[in-house]
């Protein structure tokens, strides 16, 4: 029962979390809790405001092929690309062995596997590194090079980081943003933002020059000290990529629920 609890909470904060990201950058997004499946886009070029998630609980295989072939005609309709994100714990033991073999049966590719993590982990002490500088990102010039990082660090097109984040009065204003600077050059970032009592950990990265020198994790830190004084909260949720799973139990997180993320195999 813990990992289903785990899960529907990882859950609820992407659906819950998204919403507000999502309006954020587009007030007519397409943002809908259907039967199974809840529906986060923004028809974004920046892929990641892209996405739809089942969330029944305790779904068996039948019902999961259903949810996925329902999902898929979603993205299809859709102008631009983007993720579905399935959260493998809320799936009966039979419908998570026969999970890619329906998804394909869908025309979905696997795209990237990911974690759900959280913690009651918050206050921290007050982060240092000794090769950065940090800066909350309260201009236009630092949310472009917020921008440019994640496009980098998860191998978008510049144009498309920017087109997600460029212009945002939301994460200039309410959501906990830092920069990681070193010799004054954007060179890692990360942020946090109050969602459904929890502080959500959201777009992590570095800049792969300067990988495997604990930025990342020094970056999050700073967030999560300033969200937590900011809110009060104790307790931090975040869902991490290959790339970040190793870093994040230094702070405190637990991974919890696996999940997958899914392409359109042949979109457009």
């Given at each position: 029962?813990?990992?289903?609890?785990?899960?529907?909470?990882?859950?609820?904060?992407?659906?819950?979390?998204?919403?507000?990201?999502?309006?954020?950058?587009?007030?007519?997004?397409?943002?809908?809790?259907?039967?199974?499946?809840?529906?986060r886009?923004a028809?974004?070029?920046?892929?990641?405001?892209?996405?739809?998630?089942l969330?029944?609980?305790?779904?068996?295989?039948?019902?999961?092929?259903?949810?996925?072939?329902?999902?898929?005609e979603i993205?299809?309709?859709?102008?631009?690309?983007?993720?579905?994100w399935?959260?493998?714990?809320?799936?009966?033991?039979?419908?998570?062995?026969?999970?890619?073999?329906?998804?394909?049966?869908?025309?979905?590719?696997?795209?990237?596997?990911?974690?759900?993590?959280?913690?009651?982990?918050?206050?921290?002490?007050?982060?240092?590194?000794?090769?950065?500088?940090f800066?909350?990102?309260?201009?236009?010039?630092?949310?472009r090079?917020?921008?440019?990082?994640?496009s980098?660090?998860?191998?978008?097109?510049?144009?498309?980081?920017?087109?997600g984040?460029?212009?945002?009065?939301?994460w200039?204003?309410?959501?906990?943003?830092?920069?990681?600077?070193?010799?004054?050059?954007?060179?890692?970032c990360?942020?946090?933002?109050?969602?459904?009592?929890?502080?959500?950990?959201?777009?992590?990265?570095?800049?792969?020059?300067?990988?495997?020198?604990?930025?990342?994790?020094?970056?999050?830190?700073?967030?999560?000290?300033?969200?937590?004084?900011?809110?009060?909260?104790?307790?931090?949720?975040?869902?991490?990529?290959?790339?970040?799973?190793?870093?994040?139990?230094?702070?405190?997180?637990?991974p919890?629920?696996?999940?997958?993320?899914?392409?359109?195999?042949?979109?457009?």
């Amino acid at each position: 029962m813990e990992d289903l609890a785990d899960a529907v909470e990882s859950l609820e904060q992407l659906v819950v979390g998204w919403r507000e990201l999502v309006l954020d950058r587009d007030a007519a997004a397409d943002v809908r809790d259907l039967p199974g499946i809840a529906v986060r886009w923004a028809d974004s070029r920046f892929a990641f405001w892209n996405c739809v998630t089942l969330t029944d609980v305790g779904a068996a295989p039948e019902l999961v092929r259903q949810r996925l072939r329902e999902a898929a005609e979603i993205m299809r309709a859709k102008e631009r690309p983007g993720f579905l994100w399935v959260f493998e714990d809320l799936l009966t033991g039979e419908a998570r062995e026969a999970l890619g073999t329906a998804a394909a049966e869908a025309g979905l590719a696997h795209a990237f596997p990911g974690t759900g993590m959280a913690g009651d982990l918050l206050p921290l002490p007050e982060p240092a590194h000794r090769d950065l500088t940090f800066v909350r990102v309260t201009t236009g010039e630092h949310l472009r090079a917020y921008a440019d990082l994640n496009s980098q660090a998860y191998g978008f097109p510049l144009e498309d980081g920017r087109d997600g984040l460029v212009g945002s009065m939301m994460w200039r204003d309410r959501v906990h943003a830092y920069l990681g600077l070193r010799d004054g050059v954007p060179v890692t970032c990360a942020a946090t933002v109050e969602v459904a009592g929890r502080l959500f950990v959201v777009l992590v990265a570095t800049d792969p020059a300067w990988e495997r020198n604990g930025y990342g994790e020094a970056v999050t830190r700073k967030a999560l000290y300033e969200g937590g004084r900011a809110t009060g909260l104790t307790r931090a949720t975040l869902h991490a990529t290959p790339a970040g799973a190793p870093v994040y139990p230094r702070i405190g997180f637990q991974p919890n629920s696996p999940m997958a993320f899914y392409a359109l195999e042949n979109p457009g």
